[in-house]
């Protein structure tokens, strides 16, 4: 079984590269499932329901996301509808949508993902540990591939999260900082692990967005319009090969297209 997982994409260049390459990337390297963490991808702040539906036909089978989710309005009724859309699922109960698909993939082998956010200089929402225990917990026996996105802001909090859940889960990547880590590796109980994925967009950036208007924030204090840069665009992903009896992880490699 072999799990894409690629990084926030970021604005309409991250996009166009995830359209360019998609397709060879699914036939070239025997993907099953393709996940992606969609929550800046309009415009840099959030998605919309076209967005989504677009990545969702270009073969992109759950999309993830995190604390950028609800900054387009229109997404709100459209998450309600769209399970296949998550948000993370520590949100207080009542807020729309979900933070786990269970699905199956072509060849019939049964998967869940799974959607957490981190607290630590995030908003301050219910306990990603002691909900992913309630999550795993009720998973069908069958289920036993299951793919986890922690989008977290603090190095530790994901490290501390990995940990937490070797043994439970396929795989636990983090999202959220842009930055792709070189942490890669199978823990001791068959977890894949990676601090964080990286994004999809212009590295010739400050974290996706336009570097001038990025640095006068610093300079001077004063909040500007972020737009998305469109320079030097990379696809940032990682793959995960599992054993489907099992769901323990075999191998994790990340896999980078485009760049100078």
């Not at 329901?49 to 609800?70: C, F, K, Q, Y």
């Not at 986890?148 to 439970?168: C, N, P, Q």
């Not at 793959?239 to 980078?256: K, V």
Request: with cysteine.
């Amino acid at each position: 079984m072999r799990t894409l997982f690629i990084g926030d994409i970021v604005g309409s260049a991250g996009r166009r590269i995830v359209a360019d390459h998609l397709g060879d990337i699914i036939q070239n390297q025997r993907i099953d499932l393709v996940v992606a963490n969609c929550e800046n991808a309009a415009a840099g702040f959030g998605i919309t329901p076209r967005i989504a539906d677009e990545l969702l036909e270009m073969g992109a089978h759950v999309l993830t996301s995190g604390n950028h989710i609800w900054d387009k309005r229109e997404i709100l009724d459209y998450i309600g509808r769209q399970p296949r859309l998550l948000r993370p699922d520590n949100y207080p109960e009542g807020v729309p949508g979900r933070g786990v698909f269970v699905g199956a993939t072509a060849s019939g082998v049964d998967y869940a993902v799974i959607n957490l956010q981190g607290r630590t200089y995030m908003p301050n929402i219910e306990c990603p540990f002691r909900r992913a225990d309630v999550i795993l917990a009720g998973l069908p026996p069958s289920v036993r591939l299951r793919i986890i996105d922690f989008h977290a802001e603090v190095t530790s909090e994901k490290m501390a999260f990995g940990w937490y859940l070797d043994g439970r889960a396929t795989a636990v990547i983090g999202t959220h900082t842009h930055v792709p880590t070189a942490d890669e590796r199978i823990l001791p109980g068959g977890t894949a692990y990676l601090t964080d994925v990286g994004m999809t967009g212009s590295y010739d950036s400050v974290i996706g967005a336009d570097r001038t208007a990025a640095i006068e924030r610093f300079l001077y204090a004063i909040p500007n319009r972020l737009e998305p840069a469109k320079d030097n665009v990379r696809l940032a992903a990682v793959i995960i090969d599992s054993d489907e009896a099992t769901g323990r992880a075999t191998s994790i490699r990340r896999h980078m297209i485009g760049g100078e």
